[in-house]
Every structure is written in C-alpha cells, then in structure tokens.
C-alpha cells in the first residue's frame, strides 16, 4: 500500500474517481497504484501536480535511480499543470529580482492573485523586469492567432500590457516589448525559475515547463538566465 499517495490524495481531496476522470483512465488503475505500483512517467508527473508534490516524495523508491540535475525540482507535462500555489511562492518570496519573458498565452498577466503578489513585491522592493512579445515585427506577425485561444497576438499582448502596467508605479518596475522569436517561457525570482518549453506546432499551455533551482556546480539556470538577459537587452521599451 501507498500511504503518502493515499494521504496526499486525501489532502488533496481527490477521490480514485477523481484521479481516473483527469488522466483518462479507469478506476481500477488509480486502486492499483494505491495498492503499490508505481504509475508511467507522465502518470506520475500528472498526479503529482494534481497534489503539489514531487514524484520522488510519491514514490521513494525512485531516488535510487534519479538522475536529473539537482537545479531542477519538478517537470510538469504542460503549463496549467503547474500549482498555483507554485506561482505564488515563487514570487512571494522573492527578495531581490523577479523576471518575466512571457509570449502569446501570458498566465501571469491574466491571474488577478499572482499579479497582486508581484505589486506587493514590488511595493516592497523588489527589481522587476517584465518582458513581453512584440507582434508589430516580421518574427511576431508569422502567427497572427493564437491558436488555443482565438484572439489576435496583439489583442492579448495589449492586455498584458494594461495589467501589468500599474505595477510601474508601485516600485522598480521595467516594462518592454521582445522582437524576435520567443523559443521559451521564462519566470524567474531570485534563484528559481519556471521555463516554459515551446514545442513547434503545439498550443504553448500545452508544452512542459521546468521548474529550476540554482544549485552549485550547476548551469542550468546560468543558461536560461543569460538567455533572458539576450532577450532584454534586445527589447524595446513599451509604449
């Protein structure tokens, strides 16, 4: 028997026909990885998203044979799989910098609870640097439609744009406007960060997203943070 399964579920207040309903698959499944066998891969970071945790708390027996980096502390299958509470606490907590490298489908932007902890971090001091999509270039108009939603690229990077631009006069808040190709997601407070991986072809929501710590001996977050920097530096400012 799973116990910690068993308890997070409970936590969490799913029911087996809960868990069976989200990923598709019968009651019977769920009852046998209760029971104690461990689910696919992508059943298991489905499940642990549903929960807020990580696989290898699930599921022990895994860390004998991990072998991702230590920066990364979780992978989810697709972008909404990401907890709220993830969001926030990344945020929330940040004491130095936030940065933003958002495209079409902006879940930040259009969350009111997540955009009020970045107003309330940068009340509080916090260096924020905001960089959205510009549509008005040759790279931004080769999708006029975003494909999940239906609205215009423009419209949505518009919106973005009225949301966030009150937080530029609650702190230290810089706004600008990315040309070119944007190839990932990227959320960053301090030394975490979420990265969205955009897969060709497929609705940005649905590709999978990183969650990253910077840890020592590591470059992953070196890497996605030089990207960043490129990517700003090359921006423009919002008007």
Not at 55 to 82: C, F, K, M, N, S
Not at 114 to 120: K, P
């Amino acid at each position: 028997m799973n116990e910690t399964l068993c308890r997070a579920l409970i936590q969490a207040r799913l029911t087996e026909e809960d868990v069976a309903a989200r990923l598709q698959v019968d009651p019977k499944t769920v009852r046998r990885w209760l029971e104690g066998r461990v689910p696919y891969l992508r059943h298991r970071w489905a499940i642990a998203a549903m929960v807020g945790a990580d696989e290898t708390d699930l599921w022990p027996q895994l860390r004998t044979t991990r072998t991702r980096p230590d920066e990364v502390v979780g992978i989810y299958p697709h972008r909404d799989a990401v907890p709220r509470d993830v969001w926030l606490r990344m945020f929330g907590f940040a004491q130095r910098e936030i940065g933003i490298l958002d495209d079409v489908d902006m879940p930040v932007a259009t969350d009111p609870t997540i955009a009020a902890v970045l107003a309330e971090r940068a009340r509080s001091g916090v260096k924020m640097r905001i960089c959205v999509h510009d549509t008005n270039t040759q790279a931004g108009m080769q999708a006029t439609v975003c494909p999940d939603s239906g609205h215009t690229l423009e419209s949505r990077v518009r919106k973005a744009l009225v949301i966030y631009a009150p937080l530029g006069a609650t702190g230290e808040v810089q706004i600008r406007l990315h040309r070119g190709v944007v190839y990932n997601s990227m959320y960053s407070a301090d030394d975490q960060m979420l990265v969205g991986q955009h897969v060709y072809g497929m609705p940005i929501k649905s590709s999978p997203v990183l969650h990253l710590e910077r840890a020592e001996g590591s470059d992953m977050v070196a890497v996605f943070s030089e990207a960043f920097e490129t990517a700003w530096a090359a921006a423009g400012p919002a008007t």
